[in-house]
């Protein structure tokens, strides 16, 4: 990660994490601790509130059980560069979000595609959720690399939230341009090699909200159920009939998650011409999966006994000190403040 100073990104603190953050996600998140770069990660809880405003409970469930998943999955916080910063400590990134909305337009919000397909599960929407796209920009730009070796920001996320990310660096760049400043340095999307994993359901994105999704937190034995139950081909009706390989959610988990191409290969093989049934190649990829979640059980166990306060606390001071300094480079080049 040559010219990447820092790493910024996140996860709504609105529930558990599942297999597709870890593939869409949390894989680049490791790749990054183990990089050069100083990593923040965001535990969004005020974004999660443009959503479930009306849960507080969960909220403040989630909080930590992000940080316990984070922990599970081996982001480790011991290490200099890595910090779990907590959104709605960072005092300074409620300036910039206010300073952000000024710039920004409601045509080109609306027009966002995932706004429009979040909007569809959305029966009220807050002014909130309206804006939130906004509000991101301000947790992007709060870490802008200003005097630190390397130029670059660096945010690795799914697939749903490249749109996101171009709308942030359109924001900066309107910015600088209008007032004549260089204080909001380029970001650059990161997307995992899965954008976006499918649900246990076929839909198309497993998600948090649906209950289509397999937690890092489940037991062997609940992944091994939820696997079982899934949805595969729906044409097929006896395993000897031929089935289909492309787009059936099986085989874009085993190739999410197998790590032998050519055990793959020949499943895919005999499965369509129809020499395989679901049953075996759902009980192969459940040990296939319990295998990746088995050494995150191990680490969570050891986890609940950290103290996580503490190591929330100094990502978010870690954090703040430098939103606070960008704030201040912004909002002299807007010339808010009584005038010099
Ligand atoms: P919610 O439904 O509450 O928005 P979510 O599952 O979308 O929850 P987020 O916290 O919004 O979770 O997303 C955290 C990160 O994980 C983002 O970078 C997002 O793109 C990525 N992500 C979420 N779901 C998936 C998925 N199914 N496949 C790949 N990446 C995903
Ligand atoms: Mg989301």
Redesign the pocket.
């Known amino acids: 990660m040559d010219g990447i100073s820092r790493v910024l ?4 603190t ?2 558990e994490l ?1 297999l ?2 870890y ?3 949390l894989k680049l998140w490791l790749d990054a601790q183990r990089s050069d770069s100083d990593c923040f990660f965001l535990l ?1 809880d005020v974004q999660a509130l443009t ?1 479930h405003a009306d849960r507080p409970e969960l909220i403040r469930k989630s909080v930590r059980d992000v940080v316990l998943d984070w922990l599970a999955v081996g982001l480790d916080p011991t290490l200099p560069n890595v910090h779990f910063v907590l959104q709605s400590g960072v005092k300074a990134r409620f300036e910039l979000s206010q300073y952000f909305l000024m710039i920004a337009n409601l045509t080109e919000i609306r027009r966002n595609p995932t706004v429009k397909a979040e909007m569809k599960g959305v029966r009220y929407p807050t002014m909130g959720f309206l804006t939130y796209v906004v509000d991101q920009a301000a947790d992007i730009y709060m870490l802008s690399p200003l005097n630190v070796g390397g130029n670059e920001l660096m945010v690795p ?5 490249v749109p996101h990310l171009e709308y942030s660096r359109k924001l900066a760049r309107r910015f600088n341009k209008a007032y004549e400043t260089n204080v909001f340095r380029p970001c650059t999307a990161k997307v995992g090699e ?4 499918v649900g246990i359901d076929g839909q198309e ?5 649906k209950g289509n999704a397999i937690n890092l937190s489940d037991s062997a034995e609940e992944v091994t159920r939820k696997i079982m139950g899934m949805y595969t081909d729906p044409n097929r009706l006896r395993a000897t009939d031929p089935g289909t390989v492309e787009g059936n959610p099986l085989f874009t988990y085993f190739d999410a998650f197998a790590t032998d191409r050519a055990e793959v290969d020949e499943y895919k093989r005999l499965y369509q011409l129809g020499q395989i049934g679901d049953v075996p190649l759902k009980r192969r990829l459940a040990v296939i999966v319990n295998e990746i979640l088995g050494p995150m059980r191990e680490r969570r166990l050891k986890a609940e006994s950290m103290k996580l306060g503490e190591i929330v606390q100094e990502g978010t001071f870690a954090a703040s000190i430098i939103a606070e300094e960008v704030v201040t480079r912004a909002k002299e080049a807007m010339f808010v403040g009584f005038p010099e």
């Open positions: 990104t996140g996860t709504r609105t529930g599942h597709g953050h593939v869409g996600a969004a959503t996320v799914g697939a749903d939230q899965v954008g976006r994993l994105k497993m998600s948090k909200s």
